[in-house]
Each structure stands twice: as structure tokens, then as C-alpha cells.
């Protein structure tokens, strides 16, 4: 059985379990805090960072290659778009949203709910207030004019869409929402994702794990 060292929480492990769920293949959590200095996990991913996923005798890390591998093995349903430039296109969203636009909305993430809860710290609004007011902006600018007012990004749902919404849930459990005033195809994307069963259904354990109430 395959598989997933990481933690429910993180937007990159989220990624993962919903292409796993999304395509039915059944899967085995090893908690892995990243970063945590495990001689053992450093052996599998010298990085130190979640996900990593083992299926047999394959190791992978990072989420955008793990979920390509996915979608290779497991074709049916699939989460990437068939036309050549619309996958070019789910690529750069992934690329984009799992790095800058993640660390900006786990920014706030970490500020404001890993701080307080994980570290008994004080967070820095300052900082806060300088990554919603001036860095975000136009990140969400830019998705505004990517993502459609309906439906999902390359029409049936897929893996781009998960990687745009996913930074944004992490910062919503900082008390951080998207404007649907000023970005409302953005917010309305991040809803409809959410309410996707398989991603609901994660984030249901996500919850749990983390101590949420939804």
C-alpha cells in the first residue's frame, strides 16, 4: 500500500491525499512533522519536507511531482487537463500557488494560528497587516483574472484548482477570507473547491486533527 509521510494541515500534503481519494487509491498516513530533524525521514528526503510518498521501491517528494506521478499511474479520473496548453497551464498554477502565493497566505497561517496554539507566541500583525495589504494584492489580482466566475479553471475539477484554493484555506483558519467583493471569482473558486466531496472529506479530517471545529 502506498505510502504519505506528512501532517493534515499542511497545503502541500492536502494536495496529495485529495489526488489519492480523488482517484480511489487506498493509502496509509505516516505522521511526519517537516523540518523536524529525523535522522530516519532525512533518509528518504533529505529535504526534511511533507509529503513524501513511497509506493514499493519508489520514493518521490514534493507535491507537484508526487501528484503528476498520479496522475500517470492512476489516469482515471483524471486531474489534469488533456489539451497541451491547458496542462502547461495547470503546471504554472501549481507552480505559482505552491510558492509564492503559499508562503504569502501561510504567512498569516503561521502568524496568527501556529504562533498562538504552537509556540504560546505573541503574532506579528505588523507583519500580517504588511502581506495582506501590500503582497498578497496582486497575487489575488492576477488569479482574478485566471480563474472563471463558474465552474473550475479547465472546466471539470482538477489539481489547478486545488492548488489555488489550498494556500487560502490554510490562511481562513487565521481568520483570513478572500474579499468576494474585490476578488469574487477567486473567493467563488476557493467555495466551489471546498465543496468538492473529496476535498470536503479531507478537510473534515484535517479539522479533527488540527482541533477545529467546522
Not at 100 to 128: H, S
Request: with cysteine; proline share 7%; net charge negative.
Amino acid at each position: 500500500m502506498i505510502k504519505v509521510y506528512g501532517v493534515h494541515g499542511s497545503p502541500f500534503v492536502r494536495k496529495v491525499f485529495i489526488a489519492l481519494d480523488f482517484k480511489g487509491v487506498p493509502y496509509e498516513i505516516v505522521r511526519q512533522m517537516p523540518f523536524s530533524g529525523d535522522q530516519d525521514y532525512l533518509k528518504i528526503n533529505p529535504l526534511g519536507k511533507v509529503p513524501t510518498l513511497v509506493d514499493g521501491d519508489l520514493t518521490l517528494a514534493d507535491s507537484k511531482v508526487i501528484c503528476r506521478y498520479l496522475e500517470r499511474a492512476y489516469p482515471e479520473p483524471a486531474l489534469y487537463p488533456a489539451d497541451v496548453a491547458d496542462n502547461a497551464m495547470a503546471d504554472w498554477y501549481e507552480e505559482l500557488s505552491g510558492n509564492q502565493v503559499t508562503e504569502l497566505a501561510t504567512g498569516i497561517f503561521f502568524q496568527r494560528f501556529m504562533r498562538p496554539f504552537a509556540f504560546k507566541e505573541e503574532p506579528d500583525e505588523e507583519l500580517v497587516s504588511r502581506i495582506i495589504e501590500e503582497r498578497l494584492p496582486p497575487m489575488q489580482d492576477y488569479l482574478e483574472g485566471q480563474v472563471p466566475a463558474e465552474g473550475f479553471r479547465f472546466g471539470a475539477f482538477g489539481m489547478a484548482d486545488v492548488a489555488i484554493a489550498s494556500p487560502f484555506i490554510n490562511a481562513s483558519y487565521a481568520g483570513y477570507e478572500v474579499d468576494d467583493s474585490r476578488w469574487p471569482s477567486l473567493a467563488g473558486l476557493i467555495t466551489r473547491v471546498k465543496a468538492q466531496p473529496h476535498v470536503a472529506a479531507v478537510l473534515e479530517k484535517e479539522a479533527r486533527a488540527m482541533g477545529l471545529s467546522r
